[in-house]
Nanobody
Framework: QVQLVESGGGLVQAGGSLRLSCAAP????????MGWYRQPPGKQRELVAR????????YSDSSVKGRFTMSRDNAKNTVYLHITTVKPEDSAVYYC???????????????????WGQGALVTVSA
């Protein structure tokens, strides 16, 4: 498996802002889409936002859409998640993913692959 590299997590005060980043390594190419997910403590992973290459990002609900902004730097194969006016309920482990291709080591063929980041812990203090 090829793993994405996440950064930007940490402790933030309620009402503050932060930006998460997620970079796809070189082995992944022709990325079709990238997305952000989060998993609050004791709950299952949920979709935050996702962007198909060449299209505008789509957000999971109106609450997320109002404070969460997803952007992408195609040249760097990097996706960002900017969160403003964070709330305690935003505390979660945030994951990014990328849908693209990789080269098989033995055949040299391009194979469809889904790669995930290691997770970035975001903790919002009151």
């Amino acid at each position: 498996q090829v793993q994405l590299v996440e950064s930007g997590g940490g402790l933030v005060q309620a009402g503050g802002s932060l930006r998460l980043s997620c970079a796809a390594p070189g082995p992944i190419f022709s990325i079709n889409g990238m997305g952000w997910y989060r998993q609050p403590p004791g709950k299952q992973r949920e979709l935050v936002a996702r962007q198909t290459t060449g299209r505008a990002p789509k957000y999971s609900d109106s609450s997320v859409k109002g404070r969460f902004t997803m952007s992408r730097d195609n040249a760097k194969n990097t996706v960002y998640l900017h969160i403003t006016t964070v709330k305690p309920e935003d505390s979660a482990v945030y994951y990014c993913d990328a849908e693209g291709f990789r080269l098989d080591g033995t055949t040299g063929w391009a194979l469809r692959t889904d790669a995930w980041g290691q997770g970035a812990l975001v903790t919002v203090s009151a």
